[in-house]
C-alpha cells in the first residue's frame, strides 16, 4: 500500500496568515493527489485535484503543488471559514490512501 | 448542486449486520463509480470499498474484505453497503464519495455525503 505521510498534524495560526501543509508518498503518485478540507457534522469538500487544479468554486487563496512523492498545500491568507481539517488522498493505486490529517486552529 | 445522502447507521452488537445506503441527488448516478470511506473516533480516513458504474471492478479494503459487500442500484440512484460480522473496530463514520466516471478520472471524490455513524459495541 501506498502510505501517505502528512505534515503538521496540527497547525496554530492567525487571520491573514500563509499556511502550508504537507504530504509524502511512499513511492511515486505522479499528480493522483487531492486535498480535502473537512468541518465537523459537514462533508468533506474537494479544495485541488490532480495536485494542483482548484476545484470550481474554491477560493484562489487556495494552491496545490508537487508531483511524485512531495506534494503542498498553501493557504495564501487565511481567512475565518478557513479554520478546519485538511486531508490529502491519493488515487494513483489501490487501496485509495489519506494523510492523517492537519488540524488548523 | 450533487448531493449525496447517506443513511443506515445505527448501534449494534459485534457480530451483527447492518446496511448503508447513499442516495445520489442532482448527478447523473450511472455514469460514476462509487467509493466507501471511513473515519474511525481519533483516527484518519480509510477506504473501504469502490464500485464500477457499471457494476465491475468492485474493489474492498483488506479490512473488510469477505464481510462487507457494495452494490448499487442504478435505478434508485443508490449504492449499497452490506456490513456483516460487525467488529468494534468497525465503529467509525462512514462515507460515500463519488467514484470516477468512464471519460473523467478526476470527478473521483469530487463529491461526498455528510456521514452514517455506525457503532459496534456490546
Known amino acids: 500500500d501506498i502510505q501517505m505521510t502528512q505534515s503538521p498534524s496540527s497547525l496554530s495560526a492567525s487571520v491573514g496568515d500563509r499556511v502550508t501543509i504537507t504530504c509524502r508518498a511512499s513511492q511515486g503518485i505522479t499528480n493522483s493527489l487531492g486535498w480535502y478540507q473537512m468541518k465537523p457534522g459537514k462533508a468533506p469538500e474537494r479544495l485541488i485535484y490532480g495536485s494542483s487544479t482548484l476545484e470550481n468554486g474554491v477560493p484562489s487563496r487556495f494552491s496545490g503543488s508537487g508531483s511524485g512523492t512531495e506534494f503542498t498545500l498553501t493557504i495564501s491568507s487565511l481567512q475565518p471559514e478557513d479554520f478546519a481539517t485538511y486531508f490529502c488522498l491519493q488515487q494513483h493505486r489501490y487501496p485509495h490512501t489519506f494523510g492523517q490529517g492537519t488540524k488548523l486552529e | 448542486q450533487v448531493q449525496l445522502v447517506a443513511s443506515g447507521g445505527g448501534v449494534v452488537q459485534p457480530g451483527e449486520s447492518l446496511r448503508l445506503s447513499c442516495e445520489a441527488f442532482r448527478l447523473t448516478f450511472s455514469y460514476y463509480g462509487m467509493q466507501w470511506v471511513r473515519q474511525a473516533p481519533g483516527r484518519g480516513l480509510e477506504w473501504v470499498a469502490s464500485?464500477?458504474?457499471?457494476?465491475?471492478?468492485?474493489r474492498y479494503g483488506e479490512s473488510v474484505r469477505g464481510r462487507f459487500t457494495i452494490s448499487r442500484d442504478n435505478s434508485k440512484n443508490t449504492v449499497h453497503l452490506q456490513m456483516s460480522s460487525l467488529r468494534p473496530d468497525d465503529t467509525a463514520v462512514y462515507y460515500c464519495?463519488?467514484?470516477?466516471?468512464?471519460?473523467?478520472?478526476?470527478?473521483?471524490?469530487?463529491?461526498w455525503g455528510q456521514g452514517a455513524l455506525v457503532t459496534v459495541s456490546p
Open positions: 464519495a463519488q467514484g470516477p466516471s468512464r471519460s473523467d478520472f478526476w470527478s473521483g471524490y469530487r463529491n
Open positions: 464500485i464500477g458504474y457499471d457494476e465491475s471492478n468492485i
